[in-house]
């Protein structure tokens, strides 16, 4: 779906937790490493932020659940998926986990295949979405100079008619005159007709582009509940 190689940030106080997680993603993925909270929040701030971040929970000084609130709150931060990778397995750990921002949670031991498979449907979720927030902008833009298009076409509709109506009532009228005058009218509403066309098509377009988030979502939600 994308060529990026995505940036993964493993976040654990604990070598050994670092070396396993990152000789099993490092193939595929950019990776980085913090060994405490505050190590984490400022490697999230990197000019080119990681992509997902691996956030173990069971820190000193600062515990992954505090880690990721501060990373939800940050707006520069709010969007980077978090999972939690933890020791921690308890129902009541895990509803934690999700109320203070993450996406998924994954216990250790870990299982190989589990983390890689989890970590492969949050970036192709994250890619999802950024994609989509990309094509919405540029579909209301889009909208919005078409709708501004369509008005500036009917005001100029109407100063013609204006303008043809002034100069009819003071001058004699000939079938031409009437005849070239219906013409140009006639050319001006066909573009205004085009251009109500053209935003039918980008409201489809939108009403897609919403269908399709909704289903995203459920993606999302069907793995975080999982």
């Keep these: 779906m994308n060529d990026h190689r995505a940036t993964i940030l493993i976040v654990d106080d604990e070598p050994q937790n670092l070396h396993l997680l990152s000789g099993l993603l490092c193939e595929?993925?950019?990776?980085?490493?913090?060994t405490n909270g505050e190590e984490a929040i400022k490697r999230a701030h990197y000019?080119?932020?990681p992509d997902l971040i691996l956030l173990d929970i069971m820190m000193p000084d600062m515990d992954g659940y505090e880690v990721c609130?501060?990373?939800?709150?940050?707006?520069?931060?709010?969007?980077?998926?978090?999972?939690?990778v933890t020791a921690m397995g308890q129902t009541s750990d895990e509803t934690k986990g999700l109320e203070a921002g993450a996406v998924d949670y994954s216990t250790k031991p870990i299982s190989p295949p589990i983390v890689e498979?989890?970590?492969?449907?949050?970036?192709?979720?994250?890619?999802?979405f950024q994609w989509?927030?990309?094509a919405k902008a540029q579909v209301q833009s889009a909208e919005f100079e078409i709708a501004a298009t369509r008005v500036n076409l009917r005001n100029k509709i109407d100063a013609i008619s204006q303008e043809m109506e002034s100069y009819l009532l003071q001058n004699a009228i000939t079938e031409d005159m009437v005849r070239a005058y219906?013409?140009?009218?006639?050319a001006e509403e066909r573009k205004v007709l085009l251009v109500?066309?053209?935003l039918l098509?980008?409201?489809?377009?939108?009403?897609?582009l919403n269908q399709e988030k909704l289903k995203a979502n459920e993606i999302e939600n069907k793995y975080v509940n999982s």
Excluded: Y
Aim: no cysteine; charged share 35%.
């Design 28 to 34: 595929e993925h950019e990776i980085l490493v913090a």
């Design 47 to 49: 000019e080119t932020p």
């Design 69 to 84: 609130r501060r990373l939800k709150a940050d707006e520069a931060t709010r969007e980077i998926h978090v999972i939690f």
């Design 117 to 128: 498979a989890r970590v492969k449907t949050h970036l192709t979720m994250k890619h999802q």
């Design 132 to 134: 989509l927030k990309l």
């Design 182 to 186: 219906e013409t140009l009218l006639r």
């Design 196 to 198: 109500e066309s053209l």
């Design 201 to 208: 098509l980008i409201n489809s377009r939108e009403s897609k």
